[in-house]
């Protein structure tokens, strides 16, 4: 299926990195699925979401998308070359001083070898300057959530049993391609040898969860920390900092950590953490906090869905 980012966030070709995150923000809060955990289509709509704002918001991946380099989930695409384009006087077009260039596609040397052996009635048509790029070799690699977030290395393992190892930089994302220059196929004749393609499947976490560069961690809390307030341990992709609850604290609440989300360029810009906060009842109510609860209501009357009701009869 032919994935359209711009479509995807409800923009057009010239939208503003401003327009981009405003769409994506936009989007977030009404198709993220901890937000609407009874909306089937949601974590679908959302996984869709984050992977069109990843490619958008790069310049680079953008450039490479408007140019057609890349598709909509940031693969590399086929950039195919046939025989004509390589011409020159002669009778063999294919045959030039530095050999083919990169991305020529093999089976249309071979197609064009053999349209004249044909016509040479079967005769051996083998030129000693002929040469021509090895074959591009893809392979899939799953990476860890961490890894992904924070960068890391992995190794493949090649068909001839041999591996080489990947690097994987700071802040990928899901189905992000990766070049490995010269660890493809051999060359033909004088040909350089291809490349390696690697497209990443990162994994989920626990805890975790991304949204383009910012992660989303839900966080429990007791009822006394969110009516006086406290100071609690929150854990981030980079572990575990300190975190202030403020008095009053709701259940749905978000509290944000800036900086502490996913980073690029080796720290320079980074995303944030969102904390949402979960307020959690004991496993057991003893006596003294059930008494202390009857005797409470009778003196309070506040009712925190009067707002709701009244919106919904409107």
Known sequence: MVVDPYGVLGLTRSATPDDIKKAYRKLVRTSHPDLHPEDAGAEARFKAIAAAHD????????ARFDAGEIDGTAA????????????????????????????VDPADIF???LRRRTRQGGEDFS?????????DLRYALEVPFLDAARGGEMRITLPDGASIAVKIPEGAHNG??????????????????????????????????????DIHVTLPITIDEAILGAKVTAPTISGPVNLTIPKGASSGRVLRLRG?????QGGKTAGDQLVELKIVTPLAID???HDFMIEWRKSHSHDPRIDLMNEAAS
Do not use: C
């Not at 490619?55 to 953008?62: A, Q």
């Not at 004509?84 to 530095?98: K, L, S, V």
């Not at 220059?181 to 626990?206: C, E, M, N, W, Y």
């Open 55 to 62: 490619l958008l918001k790069d310049p680079d991946t953008r």
């Open 76 to 103: 590399e695409r086929p950039q195919r070359q046939y025989y004509r384009d390589f011409a020159q006087a002669g009778d063999n077009p294919y045959q030039q001083q530095r050999g083919f260039e990169n991305h």
């Open 111 to 113: 197609a064009e070898i």
């Open 127 to 135: 030129h000693p300057g002929f040469s021509a790029p090895g074959p």
């Open 176 to 213: 992000q391609t990766l070049r490995l220059r010269g660890k493809g196929g051999p060359g033909f004749g004088d040909g350089p040898t291809g490349d390696a393609l690697i497209t990443l499947s990162v994994g989920q976490h626990p805890v975790f969860q991304r949204m383009g560069d």
């Open 260 to 264: 502490r989300g996913v980073s690029h």
């Open 287 to 289: 006596e003294s906090l």
